[in-house]
């Protein structure tokens, strides 16, 4: 007689003896505290810190916690972008300062969940390892009392001798991969254990990333250079125009090279819907590692593109226009000759920028004086200022105007105070007069303005571009990217591959023959472990062929609604004392 069943029964509670009685490695959780008094609380607290519960807590909690740091200017990457964004919100500027939103990946309350994470991990992959090895190094579980009570489950009868079928079980399950136990008249089988070791992939290579993104944030460090086309500088703290360092990581361990801007290109569209939308940004530049000019090479950055030299990468960053500039005092003398970079306002470049002219000497009234500029470069000027004032139609350098105003008196350089030099301090200088207005002039390229009151002139010359570049120092990048990557292989092993094991019995009967018994249990419902059974069943019959009026049922998928509810129970699906069988006696090695 052959019979298919599916089992609707759950079965009762597994014993948790040994671990090899296990289908999955993580460890039991804890309704509350055990023990009494500090210990017994530090336990439980234990207990909940390296449950997978808070793990995901503290993982979504670090997520939320990095959002303000891609919002709010961070000072260890634009310096000058935190100083604009506080000048420009006033209001909350030091309530945000003092909730270290400027320093997000630095402050306390980002660390500690950090560091609680890693803890958090530490305590799960640790324990979790050790009882996955001890379940690899066990034999699979014996076969239970009562197989009939497994999800999927097939018997027929044979001729064939019970030692001989349970033998070729053995070499039938073997083959197909399983990690087959031949004991006590049944064969014990179990498969699928990558999918534990997808688990642990997965926690240990976000183990590895978090541990990555933690060395980066103590070994790195980031500097920023602006540079005019032709411009040049050596990678030393004294040439960079800012540096943020770390722990292990400061001015003194900069990379050394020396690094030029040759020319900037910049394409813009220029009809259309997206016109002024940018198109292409590259800057073609000349480098070299050391101090050794003669391995000079030529390299290009663009957004997104660094150029890697040495342990660092050069990132471009920024662009904008520098108008070259010449003041001439009031007996012909050039005071002043320079490329002065102006910075970017909005999207089509209205940039502002200023120039002091600290060394200007002896003024029309016979005092020691300096002069002040400050004004508005547009790439695309208007044919009128009317009703917008200074700005620019168009971020490509189609009709380039120079807008100024001129100031006198003392600039405050001489004090010993540093100074912004993208910022005019008005408070000890006077604006020049012109018939009665304030002095001011729209110069193009080549335009020269003649200064009110015998102060000399000021040439618009003409204008350079320049590109701002950050360069960065991470160490802990490629061990992030790696973690990541496993992470994601390990997610995808440890939701697609199906854990599963399979007994077979074949006992003797009273009345001759031998009855062969196939049950499988899988810790998901899938029909992969029917369909296995199903095979193994049809190979097993050249050695156990069923007889003639007893031909043997492929064994079917359990029903969804018949499929025990409890999964952690049918996990295991240990069997309680039942009464004899007759056909089937209990297995004597069993745990059971």
Same mark, same amino acid.
Not at 24 to 39: H, K, N
Not at 188 to 194: F, S
Not at 288 to 310: A, Q, R, Y
């Given at each position: ?32 505290p055990t023990g009494i008094g500090v210990l017994g609380w530090a336990r439980w607290m234990w207990r909940q810190l390296t449950s997978m519960r808070v793990a995901l807590i503290l993982l979504f909690l ?480 050249? &050695?156990?062929? /069923? #007889?003639? =009026?007893? %031909? @043997?049922? $492929? !064994?079917? +998928?359990? *029903?969804?609604?018949?499929?025990? &509810?409890?999964? /952690? #129970?049918? =996990?295991? %699906? @240990?069997? $309680? !004392?039942? +009464?004899? *069988?007759?056909?089937?006696?209990? &297995? ?5």
């Amino acid at each position: 007689m052959s019979k298919t069943t599916t089992g609707t029964e759950l079965p009762p509670a597994p014993d948790d003896d040994t671990a090899a009685e296990r289908l999955s490695t993580a460890p039991v959780e804890s309704e509350g505290p055990t023990g009494i008094g500090v210990l017994g609380w530090a336990r439980w607290m234990w207990r909940q810190l390296t449950s997978m519960r808070v793990a995901l807590i503290l993982l979504f909690l670090l997520s939320l916690a990095a959002i303000p740091g891609s919002l709010i200017p961070q000072n260890g990457q634009n310096q000058f972008k935190v100083q604009t964004w506080k000048a420009q919100h006033t209001t909350v500027a030091p309530i945000y300062e003092k909730l270290q939103l400027f320093d997000v990946y630095s402050s306390i309350w980002f660390s500690a969940i950090y560091i609680l994470l890693f803890v958090s991990l530490a305590g799960c992959i640790v324990p979790r390892t050790w009882q996955f090895v001890g379940v690899l190094r066990s034999q699979p579980p014996a076969a239970p009392r009562n197989l009939t009570r497994m999800p999927v489950y097939a018997v027929w009868r044979t001729g064939a001798d019970p030692e001989q079928v349970n033998a070729a079980a053995h070499r039938l399950l073997r083959k197909r991969g399983f990690r087959a136990n031949l004991a006590g008249g049944s064969v014990a089988a179990e498969k699928g254990y990558l999918r534990e070791v997808g688990n642990l992939l997965f926690h240990l290579s976000l183990f590895a990333l978090l541990g990555g993104f933690a060395w980066a944030s103590l070994a790195s460090g980031t500097g920023g250079k602006l540079m005019v086309e032709g411009q040049g500088y050596s990678n030393t703290i004294t040439q960079l125009d800012d540096f943020t360092g770390t722990r292990f990581y400061n001015n003194q361990d900069l990379d050394p090279f020396y690094l030029k801007l040759d020319n900037f290109t910049s394409k813009f569209q220029d009809k259309g819907d997206q016109m002024g939308a940018a198109r292409q940004f590259t800057a073609n530049v000349e480098y070299f590692e050391g101090s050794d000019e003669s391995k000079l090479k030529k390299g290009t950055i663009e957004v997104n593109h660094p150029l890697e030299i040495g342990g660092s990468k050069v990132f471009l960053i920024g662009h904008g226009y520098a108008p070259v500039i010449t003041v001439k005092n009031g007996k012909g003398d050039v005071v002043y000759h320079d490329v002065v970079p102006f910075l970017p306002q909005d999207a089509n470049l209205t940039s502002t920028g200023v120039v002091k002219v600290s060394d200007y000497g002896v003024g029309p009234g016979g005092d020691k004086t300096q002069l002040g500029f400050s004004g508005f470069f547009l790439p695309t000027a208007p044919l009128s200022f009317a009703g917008t004032g200074p700005i620019s139609l168009f971020p490509g350098d189609a009709a380039p105007e120079l807008v100024l105003n001129a100031f006198s008196g003392d600039l405050g350089t001489d004090s010993g105070l540093p100074q912004n030099i993208y910022q005019l301090n008005t408070s000890k200088l006077t604006q020049m007069q012109q018939d009665g207005q304030p002095a001011k002039a729209l110069l193009k390229p080549g335009q020269a303005w003649t200064l009110p009151d015998g102060y000399g002139s000021v040439t618009f010359e003409g204008y350079k571009q320049w590109a701002s570049f950050n360069i960065s120092h991470r160490p802990g990048n490629e061990i992030a990217l790696t973690g990541a990557v496993l992470a994601i292989l390990g997610l995808i092993g440890s939701l697609f591959i199906q854990r599963r094991r399979i007994w077979v019995r074949a006992v003797p009967l009273p009345g001759g023959g031998t009855q062969v018994e196939l049950a499988g249990l899988a810790r998901s419902e899938s029909a992969k472990i029917a369909e296995e059974l199903a095979e193994l069943a049809v190979d097993l019959q050249d &050695d156990a062929p /069923a #007889a003639e =009026e007893d %031909a @043997p049922d $492929a !064994p079917d +998928a359990p *029903d969804a609604p018949d499929a025990p &509810d409890d999964s /952690a #129970a049918a =996990e295991e %699906a @240990p069997e $309680a !004392p039942a +009464a004899e *069988d007759p056909t089937a006696p209990a &297995d004597q090695n069993s745990k059971e």
